[in-house]
């Protein structure tokens, strides 16, 4: 990897986005290593759920690498977005492993689009969100007019992309795009935490409420039976009888993602 350093904690994968010089924008090679990484966590049994960061006290991702666009047009800007999309935003929302973005900076431009492609996300006291591409005489391209709105509200949504003005991450956490903020350096450690306590839970059970909650937000599909039949469908795995067995002999249930 030329551009991420990883590590593996309690079948916890650590992405860490190293580029501390250029505050970890994202490039193309950062995509497509990112890209292969996520094909990873998804297909390696070994692994249970993951981590996004940046490297540095800085910046989380602080947007893309504008020197990429000078050679755009109409179709190449296009491509541009759908590449993105389908390779790692797309990739991570739709992972059945949980994915939580770590926010130790700024997560500007692609970078809070990468932190809202995420789960959920935690963020540093430090942290600054914001969608400037308006600034750049743009708009996101990473899915940031949609999953924003989702998070935050059309109105609020609408006001950070017309303004391209920051937030902090108090304010991130009033508008609900932040689940927690911590010290910087509390924020490994809380992530961390959180996904030892989802570790323990049922794989399958995980990867189904994932898929349902995903439903509710795609207009294409109808949520509710998007969550019958994954509920459903798990009645039949060896996990959903081990958790009846467990609750009723009153001790820990033992999942094996089966």
Do not use: W
């Not at 409420?209 to 019958?228: H, P, R």
């Not at 039949?236 to 067995?245: I, L, R, V, Y």
């Amino acid at each position: 990897m030329q551009t991420l350093s990883l590590a593996f904690h309690n079948r916890i994968l650590i992405i860490t986005i190293n580029r501390p010089d250029k505050l970890n924008a994202l490039n193309a090679t950062v995509i497509e290593e990112l890209s292969a990484t996520m094909d990873d966590v998804c297909n390696n049994p070994e692994i249970r759920s993951a981590i996004i960061t940046g490297s540095g006290d800085k910046a989380f991702v602080a947007g893309a690498d504008i020197s990429e666009f000078n050679t755009l047009d109409a179709t190449g800007g296009r491509a541009l977005a759908e590449k993105g999309q389908l390779l790692v935003f797309n990739k991570i929302e739709q992972s059945p492993k949980p994915v939580i973005a770590a926010v130790n900076g700024f997560a500007l431009g692609g970078g809070c689009e990468l932190a809202m492609a995420c789960h959920f996300r935690l963020a540093g006291s430090n942290a600054k969100f914001g969608q400037p591409e308006v600034n750049l005489g743009l708009i996101p391209g990473y899915g940031g007019t949609q999953r924003l709105a989702h998070l935050v509200g059309k109105g609020r949504a609408l006001e950070l992309i017309l303004t391209g003005n920051m937030i902090d991450a108090a304010t991130a956490l009033q508008y609900g795009l932040v689940n927690h903020v911590v010290s910087p350096e509390e924020l490994l450690t809380k992530a961390l935490s959180i996904l030892e306590l989802i570790n323990a839970k049922a794989p399958l059970a995980v990867a189904g409420a994932i898929k349902a909650v995903n439903a509710a937000f795609d207009t294409q599909l109808n949520g509710y039976d998007t969550e019958i039949a994954a509920f459903g469908a798990l009645f039949d795995t060896e996990d959903a009888k081990e958790g009846a067995a467990a609750f009723l002999e009153k001790r820990r249930a033992v999942f094996k993602g089966r």
